[in-house]
């Protein structure tokens, strides 16, 4: 797959995402359910800790697609859900971090909501 990134602007750059990319020659496709913050049981882990959440629901993405023989490079979209916005982007290096290490910047779109499925549940990626 050739991924040509589309940046009219340079500030999301920065943040460490595209704002557009350009997908060419795919041949396999992985969709993922949204990853929150749960245990190997679907347990709820971390209540209240928004960094914490952050990072188990990145592990659990990065096991789904891992799971698929592929890599957090493969990665064309992030939506984020978020209880409290606020609270996510403060603790954005994570998700920076982690990308980063392997130069991916899949465009991303981070959105507020009131709840998640599990109402102890802060954050949730969908990739």
């Known amino acids: 797959m ?3 990134p589309i940046n009219p602007w340079t500030w999301s750059l920065k943040l460490g ?3 557009g990319e350009i997908l060419e020659g ?3 496709q992985l969709v993922c359910a949204g990853q929150t913050a749960v245990d190997g049981d679907g347990n709820p882990r971390h209540p209240g800790d928004m960094r ?5 629901a990145l592990d659990n993405l990065e096991a789904v697609v891992q799971g698929a023989g592929m890599g957090l490079t493969n990665i064309t979209r ?6 409290d916005v606020d609270a996510a982007l403060q603790h954005f290096d ?3 971090a982690r990308m980063g290490r392997v130069g991916a910047a899949p ?8 709840r998640l499925a599990i109402p102890s549940l802060l954050i949730e990626i969908e990739a």
């Open 52 to 56: 914490s959440q952050l990072t188990l």
């Open 2 to 4: 050739n991924r040509t």
């Open 26 to 28: 795919v041949g396999r």
């Open 94 to 96: 994570v998700l920076g």
């Open 17 to 19: 995402y595209n704002q």
């Open 107 to 114: 465009p991303i779109t981070l959105l507020g909501v009131t």
């Open 78 to 83: 992030l939506t984020i859900y978020a209880t």
